[in-house]
């Protein structure tokens, strides 16, 4: 493409462009994304923390070093009021890398594997045994101990790249992965082997959380990336019988004390009522958590950054929380609730971004039907930045959900989903797959959700 | 994120599926979007096109390459009918890779440029002399002949990173690539340098088409990468009588016998009526080609490969057609207008895909109010699907554009537009730059635009 787009511009302006332009609420939105995208300082702090401190699963020198990091970072913005939440956390580490391996024809082929976050280690020796595929529990149940006893279970159902949203698609893979251990371990098996959590093709294991039945035995459990699996899966077909073998160093440390952390700005007519926005600090262990979820962290700070860098005074009290230990207890998020009960705080509306720094597409809302009209009448503004999908019905996110129960109105920050699954929970979730204009217009659409239901209130 | 997200996919599916699901378009809709996602080639021929073909400006062996690829493809695909349309396109060849340096502080620096296309060489030694940075062409005029004559003029104009959609940062400053050249041989400079068209900070020059005036001397111009364009401006303002030198070898050559590839399916009911889909087959030569517009072309033929593969017999002849020469001259394009009007052909419908393999947004439209109407009026099917900038005003592309004489109705295909000028016309243009799911679900939103208007008619 080349200059003729400049007729296209035309049409853009007309679509972009309304009688809102005129509206005050419309303007400061304008100098919302002019600040975000012409000054906005995210992308070179999710830079900071995906090179500087790395990988931060809960309970790791990373995860503290990023805890004082985002401390000192929100001090030097010179917010009202910063300070650390205690939360005793899960401390799980993986140990040295996995090895795994199938045999067949007289032949070894390695597969990429990666333990399952909360997994027990195989022995020292590892396992090597027989190898049975399933799609699903049911059939699982089909087959029975007779079947799967001594065995490892390989699951291998695919999310469905036919599904338009990949979350439905990732809703309706994840049992395996969460409660594949409880199900196998209930016919016997000693293993598990998930296919990972993702449309692509490639070589890249996606971790993630599992569970354990304390009644049952816990069994180890570990993700194959899907190009192994499909290999796995080929291999199965012409020789049943053949041997696979994985060997896993990690283990369960006791818990850890570690932190929430919340920078505020004081809410100049009601600062008793408190907004949140949040994402999750922690990550997993493979990657720098670029997407899951430093973006959200990042572009929590950027709503309150950019509200001081325009001389905004919010009405209610504004925080940026960076939740600790999402990605196997929810403990931070728990924790936040938990001492608001305690403390009495009113805790007005809270938005959680843990979807990835990709392109805004809207905000899903968990709040009354009220609430839901409330925002829906603020969509002419919305629908300037692309912000479409807006509605009602289901969760907003699993850090700020423990606040439902205070009557909290929940929003959930929703970019475009094509491409999350590609990173999620890999090795490939690194700063270099986060695109700098994407993660932007995260923030600015983030912080005007914030400064809209600040300036007009949710009734 | 994990679990959680279970949640909100309840949320996405009430936003996605309303009374429209039991319509029986929305029902042909839904297999659509299953063809391209679940059976889709469009990826794997991207894939062949940019790393079996790779860079194929016109004119050049590569071009001729794509030319009987393409047509094979379509021929393999058993399409009603597939040839090739002839038309002479210019010729230009950069020649080895440009040298350029500046010197400042006793240290030479060298910077990475690449001619813009079209541009002359310079001389085999090469140019050495001062530049003079200016930011539009009034700036130019101002300085005037005195200060310009026998200088460089570096146009530094960036795209602005504040505009929120990309093609109008694109639109407010490509005239420095355009018209650079002309304007500043006005003055008497002996040479152009002109900043890269992208708000991203790299070291790839990215290239493209500009003009010169028969009565002014032709003067060699160059585009220069976004981070070398700040570094030369720093020094700039410390050493303003630097030297700058560069070295071209680019030359045009005489016109080329290319070809635009056209595949068709007959329409059952009106088959003089042409539905033609397409993108342009010629790219630029530093990269694949693989967003502009190797994906359009692709996601071109995957129209037609998903109506075939699900049975559909369209009403009208629906044509596949990869334009040649979009880039330098959009030949391809004016000839196959030329040649509906010389056969009286009746073309009812165009849509062009030239903004890359991205997230789709919508379509913007070129056509009558009575027609925008009707394409509205399906919006609570493109809604399901994400499509929801959909409006009338300015263009829909340029390939396409010479058949609005012919009083068709046109389509321009949007995708989301922040990543797309990271890559535009540069090195960085490569198959691993586009996303799988993204590039199915612009074939799969072009072939539902095509299937409604087919099935449905546009008044």
Redesign the interface.
């Known amino acids: ?16 462009t309304g009688s809102y332009a005129s509206n005050p609420d419309s303007m400061v939105v304008s100098k919302i ?2 600040e975000v ?2 000054n906005g300082k995210v992308y070179e702090n999710l830079h900071y923390l995906c090179k500087n401190i790395g990988p931060r699963l809960s309970g790791s020198a990373n995860a503290q070093n990023a805890v004082e990091w985002t401390r000192s970072l929100m001090e030097s913005y010179g917010f009202d009021r910063v300070y650390l939440q205690e939360v005793m956390v899960p401390h799980w580490e993986r140990g040295a890398k996995e090895k795994a391996w199938f045999a067949t024809g007289g032949k070894k082929i390695n597969v990429e594997i990666a333990a399952l976050g909360g997994s027990v280690a195989t022995s020292e020796k590892g396992i090597e045994t027989t190898i049975i595929e399933v799609f699903n529990f049911d059939q699982l149940k089909e087959l029975g101990e007779e079947k799967i006893k001594g065995k490892i279970v390989f699951f291998n159902r695919p999310m469905n ?8 698609a ?2 309706a893979a ?1 049992n395996q992965r ?1 409660q594949g251990a409880i199900e196998a371990a209930k016919y016997g098996a000693i293993g598990v082997i998930v296919r990972s959590m993702t ?2 093709i490639d070589e890249f294991p996606h971790t ?2 599992m569970r354990y039945d304390e009644k049952l035995t816990k069994i180890p459990a570990a993700a194959i990336s899907t190009k192994d699996a499909n290999s796995l899966s080929a291999a199965l077909k012409t020789d049943p019988s053949l041997k696979f073998f994985y060997q896993m160093n990690c283990k369960t440390l006791p818990d850890v004390l570690s932190y929430n952390v919340i920078g505020e700005i004081k809410g100049s007519e009601q600062p008793e009522k408190i907004i949140t926005v949040g994402g999750h600090l922690d990550s997993w262990d493979l990657a720098e958590g670029a997407h ?2 430093g973006a959200g962290t990042m572009q929590s700070v950027e709503v309150l950054r950019t509200i001081k860098a325009l001389g905004i005074k919010p009405k209610h009290t504004v925080r940026a929380v960076m939740f600790m230990n ?2 196997n207890g929810t403990k931070g998020g728990l924790k936040y609730a938990e001492n608001a009960k305690v403390t009495n705080e009113q805790h007005y509306a809270a938005i959680e971004s ?3 720094g990709l ?1 805004p ?1 809207g905000f ?1 809302i ?1 709040a009354s039907t009220e609430v839901v009209n409330r925002i829906m009448s603020w969509s002419p503004i919305f629908d300037e ?2 912000l ?2 807006i ?8 850090d700020i ?1 423990p606040l439902k129960s205070l009557g909290t109105a929940l929003f ?1 920050f ?1 970019p ?1 989903s ?2 999350y699954f ?1 990173y ?1 929970h890999a090795k490939t979730d690194v700063f270099e797959n986060v ?4 993660l932007k ?1 995260g923030a600015a659409a983030m912080a005007t959700l914030v400064y809209l239901i600040d300036q007009n209130g949710l009734n």
Do not use: I
């Open positions: 493409m080349k200059k003729k787009s400049l007729l296209f511009l035309v049409a853009v302006a007309m679509f972009t994304y002019e995208l012409g790249p036919k599904t338009l949203h990949t979350f439905n990732y809703g994840v969460v449309t692509k993630g959380t899951d979820d999402e990605e843990d979807s990835g392109t597409r899903s968990d930045y692309g479409k999908e509605g009602g019905g289901g969760g907003a996110g699993s959900g959930g929703r475009d094509q491409r590609d999620h695109n700098e204009r994407e217009l």
